[in-house]
């Protein structure tokens, strides 16, 4: 029976969650360690969640609203990669070091930024992974005087694709087929990023 698999992945652009909870389940609650839960001071700078992520959830039209960052999250070890993880996952992690790597690099892509996620969909035929269906990827970027859909679809295709497949075993190479789906930032722009618009956990999703 053939089925589709998604796994999906946050570049360490995407910010770290502190909060007062966390202090006491660590323990701190003694105010005579001169750090505890209740009265350490916090600063509250948190706001609205950035409008270029909220665009991807939010619909006057009710059929075609989001869900947001609302999921399922499991684990597992198997045999598919040399980490013991799916293959969806591995893959997804790879493209955003590859992604950070060009954007370290300063020679190619020059308009990234540190935030981004990407999702892989894997068809499966029983428990042996056949083909990439679908990447996913959403990339903080400088704001852009030209079709900046385009540009870093087209920049995409030509710079990381081909990264991503000549780092990989050849047993992973052939799940690339001409068919696959690419889908590069699809709630549009994606300017406003990192711990100014968004939190979350670097490497995970819920």
Same mark, same amino acid.
């Given at each position: 029976?053939?089925y589709l698999?998604? @796994? ?26 001169r750090f505890? @839960?209740e ?7 948190i706001?609205?969640?950035s %409008? ?22 499991f ?12 293959v ?7 493209v955003?070091?590859?992604l @950070?790597?060009?954007r370290?690099?300063?020679k %190619?892509?020059q308009?990234l ?14 428990d042996r ?29 030509r ?7 000549n780092?990989?075993p ?17 709630s ?19």
């Open positions: 029976m053939s698999f998604t @796994s999906e992945s946050v570049s360490e652009g995407h910010p770290e969650k502190h909060i007062r909870d966390l202090i006491r389940k660590i323990g701190y609650t003694d105010p005579k360690l505890s @839960s009265e350490v001071e916090i600063i509250n700078l706001h609205n969640q %409008e270029n992520i909220n665009q991807a959830v939010e619909s006057e039209n009710t059929h075609e609203q989001g869900a947001g960052d609302q999921g399922i999250m684990g597992f070890a198997c045999n598919q990669t040399e980490n013991f993880m799916p969806a996952i591995e893959l997804s992690h790879r955003l070091q590859i @950070s790597g060009i370290k690099e300063g %190619e892509m308009y930024q540190p935030d981004s996620k990407a999702q892989f969909t894997v068809e499966y035929s029983g992974a056949e083909r990439v269906d679908t990447i996913l990827v959403s990339t903080q970027h400088d704001e852009l005087h030209q079709d900046q859909k385009g540009l870093i679809y087209q920049d995409f295709k710079i990381v694709i081909p990264r991503l497949i780092s990989l050849e047993k992973f190479v052939r799940l690339f087929q001409e068919d696959y789906k690419l889908i590069i930032n699809p549009g722009q994606f300017i406003k990023g990192g711990p100014d618009a968004d939190t979350g956990l670097t490497g995970r999703k819920i």
